[in-house]
């Protein structure tokens, strides 16, 4: 399969790879009901909220309309507010196809019928409530998706999203009704107004004609949503995200012992909160992770090649099956190749991967000056060095090594997901790499938990013969350059312990980087890499090129995988949260307090998941 780049070589246009099971792209019908439903919940609402908005000529015939009579009235508007605010909650759903919004949609959308029919007297909204309700029927069965992965503490933010909607809200229908407001209330009475409606007071805020009936039932209504769908979302059944079982793992490993030289990412399927999905034959897997609705890959398949295809199109169906956006982030050129053969996606190139073959490295050189310099300078500080495998560390080693790698974590938020692990020392993972810097020094407190130990780097096993770099952790009192001596140690100490390959940093848009700052670069090019490098100012794009750079490395593509451009917003932000840099948990004194999971007879769960940092000199 022949693969094409459209425009220049920069590795800045998309890839686009030949289609061959993508036909004609058919209207998304599900988008434009749930787009015509979001304009239908606006129309119920305005319709119960402004007296303007409900004049029409059928109030011509208003006498002989049970709306014109009290309390049906007041109740039809609140009951067409109310309609409204969920129909705009479930538009959503809608256009991701999920079968319990149609259910919901379908009761509503009579009610909602009626409530315009009765109070706004409005044959056309009516009809439209109406044909809307048809179309639903019509294709129902487009709305076949799952629900998603959740918790019931989703109550919470419920409460206060709602509760913050419905007074928002309820400020507008208080002062809806300039001209039968009583005197000239203040903004903070108004407000009283508003939360005594809610919880089904009267307020201080009085009107003429009856509107006070209008704007009770409606504050009520709110308030009555608020509590009712936090209630929903309290009790229902919880539907947790999937997690890697001891089976899973078993599995796992035993493809890893097969195929694991073939990617450098393969170790990283592992993670605890990653779910999977195998191929019929069991000879490959697809590791992903859902994220705000999109579902994240990374890496290629685990397994024999032959059997990707069929690991794949389970990992599809189960996107398809619950509305998920399927995406894969960092694959190789040739799971790439697969990945859009087999689904008709597209890929673009990410960035590159820093591979150093072992065997041609050396401290010796022009290209190696700054470097072998930063590194002498170390040692005659008095530092040394020790490479081992994990399992030739002892229990109090290992502890130690543990406790300084989550204490010196250098943010509160967890970060890592597609190069990163989440634990050190499993019993199953006794071929990882631990390279460790010390130093004695007579300043130091002899009662640190740590000892002499001043830096840390883990590799975890790619294949038999290779070793790809998982964290990188230092004491900020250590002195700068402690990645470098100890990612120099690795690389020399390698040959003893067997490695001929070390995998080492992912760099994001390395050839933009690289081809922006060279002569001739164009000024499309050079305005990117501006871009990139004002962005590396929170996201270390140019430090973690320029850090990897310095070990001579050669470079592998890695690309993202996606439907549709549009997706790619999303896809982004998706894998933003799951490698820790968008954090949108509630706040703390909200946030869940999970227990400690209790230990698995194959694995220990480090209480810091792993990052990587770069500390430049």
């Known amino acids: 399969m022949s693969v094409t780049v459209d425009g220049d070589k920069s590795g800045l246009v998309p890839v686009r790879v030949r289609r061959i099971l993508r036909g004609p792209r058919p209207e998304n019908v599900p988008t434009l009901i749930g787009t015509a439903v979001t304009l239908g919940g606006l129309i119920d609402i305005a319709a119960g909220v402004f007296p303007r908005f409900r004049v029409s000529r059928m109030h011509s015939f208003a006498e002989v309309l049970p709306g014109t009579l009290s309390p049906l009235g007041p109740l039809s508007a609140a009951l067409s507010l109310s309609a409204g605010v969920l129909l705009l909650l479930l538009a959503h759903g809608l256009k991701r196809n999920k079968r319990r919004a149609w259910r919901a949609v379908v009761v509503l959308l009579p009610l909602g019928a009626a409530a315009q029919f009765l109070w706004r007297h409005s044959v056309l909204g009516t009809l439209f409530s109406l044909a809307l309700l048809a179309l639903l029927l019509r294709h129902r069965d487009e709305f076949a998706a799952l629900p998603d992965p959740r918790s019931r503490w989703r109550a919470l933010a419920n409460f206060v999203l709602m509760g913050a909607g419905s007074i928002a809200l309820g400020l507008v229908i208080v002062s809806a009704h300039p001209r039968r407001v009583i005197g000239d209330p203040s903004l903070a009475d108004r407000l009283e107004h508003v939360l005594y409606g809610l919880v089904g007071l009267e307020g201080p805020v ?53 195929h694991g030289g073939r990617d450098s990412l393969g170790h990283f399927a592992l993670r605890r909160d990653k779910g999977v999905v195998f191929s019929p034959s069991g000879k490959a897997a697809v590791c992903y992770r859902v994220v705000s609705g999109v579902m994240l890959a990374s890496g290629d398949p685990i397994g024999d090649v032959e059997a990707w295809p069929g690991a794949i199109e389970r990992f599809m169906d189960e996107a398809k099956a619950h509305s998920w956006t399927p995406a894969v982030m960092g694959c190789s050129e040739t799971g790439g190749q697969v990945w859009t053969r087999e689904t008709g996606l597209d890929a673009l190139e990410l960035g590159d991967e820093a591979v150093v073959d072992v065997a041609d490295f050396s401290l010796s050189g022009r290209a190696m000056r700054n470097v072998r310099q930063m590194v002498k300078r170390i040692e005659r500080n008095g530092y040394t060095t020790r490479v081992r495998r994990v399992r030739d560390l002892d229990d109090a080693e290992l502890e130690r090594v543990r406790r300084a790698a989550a204490d010196w974590r250098g943010t509160d938020t967890e970060r890592g997901f597609s190069m990163a692990l989440g634990r050190i020392g499993a019993p199953g993972d006794g071929d990882a790499v631990i390279a460790t810097a010390h130093k004695t020094d007579t300043d130091d407190d002899p009662h640190s938990p740590y000892g002499d130990l001043k830096a840390i780097i883990h590799f975890v096993p790619w294949g038999p013969d290779g070793m790809s770099l998982e964290l990188m952790r230092r004491d900020r009192s250590a002195d700068p350059g402690m990645n470098e001596l100890l990612i120099v140690a690795a690389l020399q100490d390698a040959p003893a312990l067997g490695i001929t390959r070390v995998s080492l940093n992912f760099a994001m848009f390395r050839s933009a980087l690289a081809r922006g700052e060279k002569i001739g670069a164009g000024p499309v090019l050079r305005v990117w890499r501006g871009l990139l490098v004002f962005l590396s100012r929170w996201f270390q794009i140019e430090s973690l090129y320029k850090f990897n750079a310095k070990f001579r490395p050669r470079w592998e593509p890695r690309f993202v995988v996606y439907r549709n451009s549009r997706d790619l917003p999303r896809i982004g932000f998706a894998a933003m949260q799951a490698e820790g840099f968008v954090n949108v948990s509630l706040p703390r004194p909200f946030a869940r307090r999970r227990p400690a999971p209790a230990p698995r007879p194959c694995a220990h769960i480090v209480p810091a998941p792993a990052e990587r940092e770069i500390h430049a000199a």
């Not at 009856?210 to 209630?231: E, F, H, K, N, Q």
């Not at 059944?237 to 997690?243: G, K, L, N, S, T």
Request: no cysteine; hydrophobic share 40%; aromatic share 12%.
């Open 206 to 258: 009085g009107y003429t004609k009856g509107v006070d009936w209008t704007v009770g039932y409606s504050l009520g209504a709110l308030g009555m949503l608020t509590a009712l769908t936090t209630i929903y979302f309290a009790f229902r059944p919880e539907h947790p995200a999937a997690r890697l079982t001891d089976e899973d793992e078993t599995r796992l490993r035993v493809l890893l012992d097969q």
